[in-house]
């Protein structure tokens, strides 16, 4: 049977400026096995390498924007696996500018991909499909920031349904998977045995929400509502609100009351300012509006477990 | 008196696949206080930190090629250097290419710049001075490479003379310059000491040239002839000769015959492969050929003393 991870894992922390030992943004998604890049800034393949992961099994990249923190690191990323050999193809979904100067810099340096490089143009609208495959379904967010941003809802596909095992010896092992999808099982006798019966309700879908880099956006609430996971950015504190506000970034207060209207399960904060030495500020403003609420760090893997749901004994 | 410094500092000694611990091409230039950056790989501005460099010290930086392992990291250190606030302008000299890359990026993230960029192209003409100012001289290498690729030769500016202790009793203050530039001295009753009685010759001129990325050259020898130090790369070894030679590389073995045949105070490799996990081997076979070679390392500096001249006691 194929994993059911779902696992977001945090490869940068940092906002604009890296220092502090922070790097800027780039998560690492293992979906049922499949990886999935979300943002890449510079030193993401660096990243990876200490982290152990074999970039070539990356199939999907998504850049939410095209600030240096979150794309700087795609084209020698993009280059790294081309020299390793990498034949798979790769599909990278950011903004329409995206396409250009990452065609721009292939072709300065004279490379011809050995592998098929899709660049997808993505539009920053509020529940419109980017990407869809039997592990995951990707639907953007309209992020409110100084220039266009795209954030991204990752769903898990509906897993098939359990057999019941007190049932299991009434089911000829050719029908089990089509009871699995949920058909009703017909003896060759004519006897019926409803689905129902025979199996319980596949554990609820899980969500992750990303939402970097955005100001408070309460328009995002009903998009992101009730996921598992929100990563929302908490570039600031409260006590620079205005900051924020010019620059259209989150205080880390802004955050909380997004994930409280939306009812996500838990929220996570990064892309904090290099003014912050500790984020302990950050995540106690966060906390006093969202207890469930963690800082993000460095190359820390957050894994949302798979719930059973109730018929699920 | 200013400081006569002249170091060259590795940031990087990784071949276009970075692995090993091995950062991509970069290097930090110290002449008399002033501060270059010869080629820019992904991460250079966190090694930069790493090293304790304040980089908007940096005024010039030069891009040999735009292979990515030798320019990826500027636009990330062209970002920071305005989020930090630097007002000084920067020169950037590189291939012609390189404008449109950084400016296409800085339109696409909505960067209006602080500080004046200039951003000079450069083509590959032996010999032809590309920078000068009251430091250094700059000039340029036509290095054989896949695409078009620069090396840089780095000369110091000739010191003033020294005033010989024994006699500066005899030279009034306000002559003590005019005498250090080379003048005879002529004092109010007529009598005449010739320069060459009060000074002695200022020390040699120090040069260093950078050679990467390239196949063996012996046309460059000619314009590296007698520099006190040459950064030659060495991909491979000559039992990969063949590649070194379909990839327009060197082997560690050409890197010391072109020192040997320019007659180079000392030859420092770099751009090691990763598939050499010491460096031992490369070093070995350049030094059967070159003795005094070095295997550049990640953030160490390579002084290059001031020589005393022969009248110089």
Redesign the interface.
Same mark, same amino acid.
């Given at each position: 049977m194929a994993s059911r991870r779902f696992d977001v894992q945090t490869l940068g922390t940092g906002a604009?400026?890296?220092?502090r030992g922070r790097y800027?943004t780039s998560q690492l998604l293992n979906i049922h096995d499949s990886l999935f890049l979300v943002d890449c800034g510079?030193?993401t393949?660096?990243r990876l @390498?200490e982290a152990g992961i074999n970039f070539l099994r990356i199939g999907h990249i998504f850049i939410s924007h095209?600030?240096?923190?979150h794309y700087?690191?795609l084209?020698?990323l993009i280059?790294?696996m081309h020299?390793?050999g990498r034949v798979q193809p790769l599909h990278v979904f950011g903004?329409p500018?995206?396409k250009?100067?990452v065609d721009?810099?292939l072709r300065?340096?004279?490379t011809y991909l050995r592998y098929p490089l899709h660049l997808w143009p993505v539009e920053p609208t509020n529940g419109a499909v980017i990407h869809e495959d039997t592990k995951v379904t990707v639907t953007a967010l309209r992020l409110k920031h @100084?220039?266009p941003c795209t954030g991204f809802v990752f769903r898990e596909s509906l897993a098939l349904r359990g057999l019941r095992r007190d049932r299991s010896a009434v089911i000829p092992h050719f029908k089990r998977q089509a009871v699995k999808q949920g058909e009703d099982l017909v003896l060759p006798d004519g006897t019926v045995h409803s689905n129902a019966s025979l199996t319980t309700a596949p554990p609820p879908v899980r969500s992750y929400a990303y939402c970097s880099d955005t100001a408070f956006e309460p328009e995002l609430v009903p998009y992101i509502a009730g996921v598992d996971l929100l990563y929302h950015e908490a570039t600031f504190t409260e006590m620079l609100a205005t900051r924020a506000k010019e620059t259209l970034h989150s205080t880390a207060a802004q955050a909380a009351r997004i994930a409280s209207m939306a009812g996500v399960g838990e929220l996570l904060l990064g892309h904090f300012s290099s003014r912050y030495k500790h984020v302990n500020e950050l995540l106690a403003e966060a906390r006093a509006i969202f207890p469930a609420t963690r800082a993000s760090e460095e190359g820390q893997v957050y894994p949302i477990p798979e719930r059973t749901g109730v018929e699920n004994l």
């Amino acid at each position: 049977m194929a994993s059911r991870r779902f696992d977001v894992q945090t490869l940068g922390t940092g906002a604009a400026l890296p220092a502090r030992g922070r790097y800027p943004t780039s998560q690492l998604l293992n979906i049922h096995d499949s990886l999935f890049l979300v943002d890449c800034g510079e030193g993401t393949q660096e990243r990876l @390498r200490e982290a152990g992961i074999n970039f070539l099994r990356i199939g999907h990249i998504f850049i939410s924007h095209l600030h240096g923190d979150h794309y700087l690191g795609l084209q020698g990323l993009i280059s790294s696996m081309h020299l390793m050999g990498r034949v798979q193809p790769l599909h990278v979904f950011g903004p329409p500018k995206l396409k250009e100067i990452v065609d721009l810099q292939l072709r300065a340096s004279g490379t011809y991909l050995r592998y098929p490089l899709h660049l997808w143009p993505v539009e920053p609208t509020n529940g419109a499909v980017i990407h869809e495959d039997t592990k995951v379904t990707v639907t953007a967010l309209r992020l409110k920031h @100084r220039i266009p941003c795209t954030g991204f809802v990752f769903r898990e596909s509906l897993a098939l349904r359990g057999l019941r095992r007190d049932r299991s010896a009434v089911i000829p092992h050719f029908k089990r998977q089509a009871v699995k999808q949920g058909e009703d099982l017909v003896l060759p006798d004519g006897t019926v045995h409803s689905n129902a019966s025979l199996t319980t309700a596949p554990p609820p879908v899980r969500s992750y929400a990303y939402c970097s880099d955005t100001a408070f956006e309460p328009e995002l609430v009903p998009y992101i509502a009730g996921v598992d996971l929100l990563y929302h950015e908490a570039t600031f504190t409260e006590m620079l609100a205005t900051r924020a506000k010019e620059t259209l970034h989150s205080t880390a207060a802004q955050a909380a009351r997004i994930a409280s209207m939306a009812g996500v399960g838990e929220l996570l904060l990064g892309h904090f300012s290099s003014r912050y030495k500790h984020v302990n500020e950050l995540l106690a403003e966060a906390r006093a509006i969202f207890p469930a609420t963690r800082a993000s760090e460095e190359g820390q893997v957050y894994p949302i477990p798979e719930r059973t749901g109730v018929e699920n004994l």
